[in-house]
């Protein structure tokens, strides 16, 4: 069974980092895509950060040159960097794999951007 498991959300100051782990189990994910989402309440969800298999990677316009998404496939987790952080960033952070046309979510961690 797939599990994707998050962590490293918190409450952060204006200005300040926090880095989110998603670790995977019934899964490998090296050959997949790996996405980041968020939702802040109110408001729908929306994708923040993608790698590829390849080690490319897209990311939001709100987000470029802030947040960076990397992956480390021997412990199969996947990171989001998050640098300069803004109020506007507080939302449940999610990871995200599409497997065999089967969507599959971690359960999110809150980060809370706010002075």
């Known amino acids: 069974q797939v599990q994707l498991v998050e962590s490293g959300g918190g409450l952060v100051q204006p200005g300040g980092s926090l880095r989110l782990s998603c670790a995977a189990s019934?899964?490998?994910?090296?050959?997949?895509?790996i996405d980041w989402y968020r939702q802040a309440p109110g408001k729908q969800r929306e994708l923040v950060a993608a790698?590829?298999?390849?080690?490319?990677?897209t990311y939001a316009d709100s987000v470029k040159g802030r947040f960076t998404i990397s992956r480390d496939n021997a412990k199969n987790t996947v990171f989001l960097q998050m640098n300069s952080l803004k109020p506007e960033d507080t939302a449940v952070y999610s990871c995200?794999?599409?497997?065999?046309?089967?969507?599959?979510w971690g359960q999110g961690t809150q980060v809370t951007v706010s002075s």
């Open positions: 995200h794999v599409l497997l065999r046309a089967v969507h599959y």
């Open positions: 019934g899964i490998i994910f090296s050959p997949y895509v």
């Open positions: 790698i590829y298999s390849s080690g490319s990677t």
